[in-house]
Each structure stands twice: as structure tokens, then as C-alpha cells.
């Protein structure tokens, strides 16, 4: 496929190997039901063929703000509790060090939105010291049925990672055949989509007063002449109207037609809350408290399995790659509890009033300052 000169795309090269692959930019073209259910079947038929649906995750998730921000709220829960590594019944410094850098932590969460992306492949290669670098290989290039890494988005073939795997440069999240959770979510972001044209559509055309000409006689002249001035005075303006002819101005808005575009993109909304977040009163308005309440102990339910998802690829899936960065093995990766910051700040007042003195190093640590 030769690519005109205008078109943006980005050569990328695997650490430590002589791949290298082109990854092209999502197709920005109208999406519908068909495009996402060819995407689908291609996906499903040839697990080397995911461009298109991964085209279709990228682009709904940079326009449907619903989704993008259920996804995020999801991940925030996860990521902001603090990862530990145990080592003899007490936390390693050492290896907490290492994993609070930036680095490990963009690892540890994009290792959670394979959730959502479906099958991932990280890089590694060959380690430098304990420095901790990878690479997430563009989903569109990765057919974890065959285990090749493609060079080109429409191959039908590439280069085998089994190796590297086998070496412990690459590691799998994932089953091969997971599409992710993006797989439904987009679904009804397309719908939303469309019906966002038709709403906007609708809004235009409704926002224009309906003008009815009512004359006598044959005179088409006169009739021509009228509907000419009103044509030339757009949604307002005055005209001169002969005798014997009348203007009948109509409003086209409807309340029960905006209430039913509401109603459908309310539909849509909760049906994603649902399928990410398991619920949706903590993300909608109108709920009582009760059923709030409710709600978020079902969210915690599905943050207590992202936990544990998490914790299983960390403990059995890495654990024997952590000697590639010099860390002994012998530990287990844990989550510590979260702390609630307004019982430790009253808990510390308290202890102030008693005589107690923070220092500022003291408080940077306690309340993760700068």
C-alpha cells in the first residue's frame, strides 16, 4: 500500500530485535452498526486482523466522553491503591522504590486496560541494570493466536514472539482471543453517535419557524414575488404582505421529541455505566442515598476483582521476570490499605492539640505532598 505524502503514520522499532513496524493512524470515517460488526467478524474470522475494530476503540473513546470517562474512573479506583512488595511479613523499601518510579506505575496501569482493549503484548528485551523500560506493541500488529508481531496492520503473518517470550523479553496479558470490554462499550457509542447527527439535525431544522402562505385568487405573480421576500428576510425580518394574502408563522420545536433523544442517549449512558463500572447511581444524578450506597458497594465488588486480576499476573505471570532487573525473588506483590485522609487528618489534629509536632518531612510522607 503506497501512502500519499500527506498521510501521517509512525515507523516504530522493538527494543533489542531488527522489527520494525508501521503503525498507521485510526481511520477517521463515519462509523456505523455494519463498520462495527465487519470489524467483529474480521477480528473473530482472523485474529490478525484487528486494525479495524482497534480503529473503532480509539477513535469512540477520543469522542464519547461517557465512555472515556467510565474507563478512567475505573482505572483512578484501581490505581489509587498502593502496590506493595512483601518480603518476609514487612514491605521491601528497596523494591517500593523502584516500583513507585513513573515507569512501572504506566506498566502496572496499562496492564489493567487490557480490561478494556482485550489481548496485549509488553516488550522488555534485553534489561539495563535495574533501569525498568517496556514497550506496549500497537494492538492492531499483534496476533496472540499465532504469536507473530506484524509489520504492516493488513499482514497476514510476522515475526514470532514465542522466543522472546521464552526468554522472558515479552510478556502476554490476556488471552489471545480477549477483545475487551470496548468490544460492547463501543457498541452503543456509535449508536450515540448517530443519534447525536439526528438530534443536532433535528435541533436546526426545528429552530426554523415554519411559514404557511395562504393567498386568493390565481395570481401567481403576487405568490412568487411574497414567498421571494420571505425567502430573502431568512428566520426574521419584515415584509410587505398585498391584501388578500396571509402569513401563518409556525414553531416546529417539541418538547416530547427533545425528551425522547433524551431518553434514548440516557439509555445508552447506563448501559455502558453498567457494563464498566457495574452500576450507574454513582455516576447519575437523582439517585437517594440508600441506593447510592448500594451502588458503590457493587463498584467496590468489581474493584476488588481488578485487584486480584491484577495481583495474579503480578505474582505468577511477572514474578519470575523480576530477576531481569536485579530484584531477589522471594516476595509478594500486595495492596496496602488505602488510607482515608479525612480520619488520619482528624486523628492528627487531635495528636497536635495533645502536643504532638509534625515535622514537614513527616506530613510530605503521611499525605503524599510534593
Known amino acids: 500500500m503506497k501512502l500519499p505524502k500527506f498521510f501521517n503514520y509512525v515507523k516504530e522499532t522493538v527494543p533489542d530485535t531488527e522489527l520494525s513496524y508501521t503503525v498507521l493512524p485510526p481511520a477517521r470515517t463515519q462509523k456505523d452498526l455494519a463498520s462495527w460488526r465487519t470489524a467483529i467478524q474480521m477480528t473473530e474470522g482472523h485474529m490478525d486482523s484487528k486494525w479495524l475494530l482497534q480503529d473503532i476503540y480509539t477513535e469512540q473513546m477520543d469522542l464519547d466522553g461517557h465512555l472515556a470517562g467510565l474507563v478512567r474512573k475505573r482505572t483512578a479506583a484501581l490505581m489509587r491503591n498502593e502496590l506493595q512488595y512483601i518480603r518476609n511479613g514487612e514491605p521491601d523499601e528497596a523494591v517500593g522504590e523502584w516500583m513507585e518510579k513513573q515507569r512501572f506505575k504506566d506498566f502496572v496501569k496499562e496492564v489493567h486496560e ?145 425528551q425522547l433523544f433524551e431518553n434514548f442517549m440516557d439509555y445508552l449512558n447506563k448501559e455502558q455505566s453498567k457494563l464498566i463500572l457495574g452500576q450507574t447511581m454513582t455516576t447519575d444524578d437523582g439517585s437517594s442515598r440508600s441506593q447510592a450506597e448500594v451502588h458503590e458497594n457493587e463498584q467496590a465488588i468489581l474493584l476488588q476483582g481488578d485487584k486480584m486480576r491484577l495481583l495474579n499476573f503480578l505474582n505468577y505471570d511477572f514474578y519470575d521476570y523480576l530477576s531481569k532487573w536485579g530484584i531477589n525473588p522471594g516476595g509478594v506483590f500486595q495492596f496496602g490499605e488505602v488510607a482515608d485522609i479525612d480520619k488520619m487528618l482528624e486523628r492528627d489534629l487531635k495528636l497536635k492539640a495533645l502536643g504532638y509536632i509534625f515535622t514537614p518531612e513527616e506530613l510530605k510522607k503521611r499525605y503524599g505532598l510534593d
Open 114 to 258: 487490557a480490561l478494556y482493549f482485550g489481548h496485549s503484548l509488553f516488550w522488555f528485551g534485553k534489561a539495563k541494570g535495574d533501569e525498568f523500560t517496556y514497550k506496549l506493541i500497537s494492538r492492531k500488529h499483534v496476533n496472540g493466536d499465532k504469536k507473530v508481531i506484524l509489520k504492516n496492520q493488513q499482514d497476514r503473518d510476522g515475526m514470532s514472539y514465542e522466543n522472546a517470550l521464552r526468554l522472558r523479553e515479552a510478556i502476554e496479558v490476556g488471552q489471545p482471543l480477549d477483545l475487551g470490554l470496548l468490544k460492547t462499550a463501543t457498541y452503543y457509542s456509535i449508536i450515540k453517535r448517530n443519534l447525536i447527527a439526528d438530534w443536532a439535525n433535528y435541533a436546526e431544522e426545528a429552530g426554523r419557524n415554519f411559514r404557511t402562505v395562504k393567498y386568493k385568487g390565481k395570481d401567481m405573480e403576487a405568490r412568487n414575488q411574497l414567498i421571494a421576500a420571505l425567502k430573502a428576510s431568512g428566520s426574521g425580518g419584515i415584509v410587505s404582505v398585498p391584501e388578500g394574502m396571509e402569513v401563518d408563522i409556525q414553531n416546529m420545536t417539541s418538547s416530547s421529541q427533545n
